[in-house]
């Protein structure tokens, strides 16, 4: 497995935990103020950062590609700085958080422009028909 994929799974199954663990205060205090922090943390954290780390997986050219790892970079660092923002604005009220919430969100964003180039740019992967039946 290409190393930003083990990277990018290795995040995604800490976003999982931490959701998951949020999931379960909500479920166990009763309190469901919280549920947008929790599905971000287990959507933005667990699946999508799963999803990039298949793709560069399915990709290694692209996993070999410096971009790779800036979009790794760039996306991990915009959930550390959302998601924790996010949580506390919610569940402890700290509605002055909010503007941190945001830069987070952009940085995020960025790096799913950063995706969309990688996904965009380069060669294109080979179909599986096209393979000879040797190398499928
Ligand atoms: C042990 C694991 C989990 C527990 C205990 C849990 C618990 C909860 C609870 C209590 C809510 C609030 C429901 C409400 O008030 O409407 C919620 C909402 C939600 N959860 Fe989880 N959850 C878990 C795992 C997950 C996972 C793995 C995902 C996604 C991959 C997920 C996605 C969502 C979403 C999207 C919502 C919002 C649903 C809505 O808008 O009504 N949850 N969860």
């Given at each position: 497995?290409?190393?930003?994929?083990?990277?990018?799974?290795?995040?995604?199954?800490?976003?999982?935990?931490?959701?998951?663990?949020?999931?379960?205060?909500?479920?166990?205090?009763?309190?469901?103020?919280?549920?947008?922090?929790?599905?971000?943390?287990?959507?933005?954290?667990?699946?999508?950062?799963?999803?990039?780390?298949?793709?560069?997986?399915?990709?290694?050219?692209?996993?070999?590609?410096?971009?790779?790892?800036?979009?790794?970079?760039?996306?991990?660092?915009?959930?550390?700085?959302?998601?924790?923002?996010?949580y506390l604005m919610l569940h402890g009220g700290y509605?002055?958080?909010?503007?941190?919430?945001?830069?987070?969100?952009?940085?995020?964003?960025?790096?799913?422009?950063?995706?969309?180039?990688?996904?965009?740019?380069?060669?294109?992967?080979?179909?599986?028909?096209?393979?000879?039946?040797?190398?499928?």
């Open positions: 497995m290409p190393r930003v994929s083990d990277l990018f799974f290795k995040t995604a199954v800490v976003w999982l935990i931490l959701g998951i663990g949020a999931g379960l205060q909500m479920a166990i205090s009763g309190d469901h103020g919280a549920f947008p922090a929790h599905a971000h943390i287990n959507l933005l954290g667990w699946v999508t950062s799963a999803i990039f780390g298949g793709y560069y997986a399915l990709n290694p050219a692209k996993a070999a590609r410096k971009i790779a790892m800036i979009h790794y970079g760039l996306y991990t660092i915009g959930l550390v700085i959302m998601l924790p923002a996010l509605t002055a958080i909010e503007p941190v919430v945001a830069a987070g969100s952009l940085i995020v964003a960025a790096a799913v422009l950063v995706f969309a180039f990688v996904v965009f740019s380069g060669a294109s992967v080979r179909l599986a028909s096209e393979l000879s039946p040797a190398t499928r």
